[in-house]
Structure formats: structure tokens, C-alpha cells
């Protein structure tokens, strides 16, 4: 089976629902931040703090093309979409999947903004951030799934019945 790909604002549950919809169709997970705080040896904010955005950006996108993986539930950064090489390279190797939520819910999730290494431009706010990742996760999207009115399970087995039957879909 191809790569399922989690696309999304921080906080939108891409790590949470990855994991559980791994389990769910049976396949690997991988967390991008995760992979690059390992290769880094650091969190994401002392990253970004040290090397600025630009440079983080970079490191991201690099992360994603060093991945080699089949069958697997990938949770992005929420900045992948900034890397074009990541996007074509996610996209050549799996289906696209933009977890979207309201402004209102993803400022609710985000209580810990300057720890959690989210990459704001210097004077940037949530609210700008939202504004200007929204249109590119959408144009990126093979499916948009809507988490807004759902808790995680109805969201997993949900998003697992979408993706299945996109996958027979594709695949006949």
C-alpha cells in the first residue's frame, strides 16, 4: 500500500491520528518532527531558535527526502508544505490527507506556542499563520478531512474508510 501523508496546522492532531490509523489499517508510522529532532539531537524550538526559519525549513525538507518508506502513516511538520521537493516527493510516494480544523480549535490545542516548535516568522501571530497555510494544505490535499465535529476514534476509523476506499479508487 502506498504512504498515507498527515497534513495540517500544528495541533490538528496529525501524530495523535497517525499513530491510531496506523493501527487501524495496519501499516508503519513515522513523525517527520520526530525523525528531524533525532537526526538534530534537539527539540524543534531550540532549531528553530538557533538557525531561524529559513534554515529549519530546509532541515525539514531534507528530512522528509531521506525518508525511504512504504505502507506507512507519515505525520509531517506543519511547515512541510513550504518545501516543494517534500510535497512532489510525498505525493509521488503516497496519498495526501489535509486533517483540517478551525482557527478556534487549533489556538485551543496550542497552550504551549513558544515551546512547541511551530515556525512563526518574527511578528507573525497563530491567526496569520492559519491564514496563510490553509490555501496551500488544501492545494496539496488529495482528500480534506474535516476533524472539526469528531473525537479521535470517530476521526480514525472515519479517515481509515475514506482512505481505503480512495485507495480502491486508485488502485481498482
Do not use: W
Not at 5 to 28: F, W
Not at 51 to 72: H, P
Amino acid at each position: 500500500m502506498a504512504n498515507i501523508v498527515l497534513i495540517g496546522m500544528p495541533g490538528c492532531g496529525k501524530s495523535t491520528v497517525g499513530v491510531l490509523l496506523a493501527k487501524a489499517l495496519g501499516m508503519a508510522f513515522i513523525d517527520t518532527d520526530v525523525v528531524l529532532q533525532a537526526k538534530e539531537g534537539r527539540k524543534l524550538q531550540p532549531i528553530i531558535d538557533e538557525i531561524g526559519i529559513e534554515a529549519f525549513l530546509k532541515k525539514e525538507e531534507q528530512a522528509v527526502l531521506d525518508m525511504a518508506c512504504r505502507n506507512t502513516v507519515i505525520a509531517t511538520g506543519g511547515s512541510v508544505v513550504y518545501g516543494k521537493r517534500a510535497m512532489e516527493y510525498l505525493h509521488q510516494h503516497g496519498i495526501v490527507v489535509y486533517i483540517r480544523l478551525p482557527y478556534s480549535e487549533i489556538r485551543r490545542r496550542l497552550s504551549n506556542l513558544a515551546t512547541r516548535g511551530v515556525a512563526l516568522r518574527a511578528g507573525q501571530t497563530l491567526y496569520d499563520l492559519y491564514q496563510e497555510r490553509v490555501p496551500l494544505y488544501e492545494a496539496e490535499a488529495d482528500l480534506i478531512f474535516d476533524a472539526a465535529d469528531s473525537d479521535i476514534e470517530q476521526t480514525v476509523a472515519s479517515l481509515a474508510e475514506r482512505i481505503e476506499a480512495r485507495m480502491r479508487e486508485i488502485h481498482g
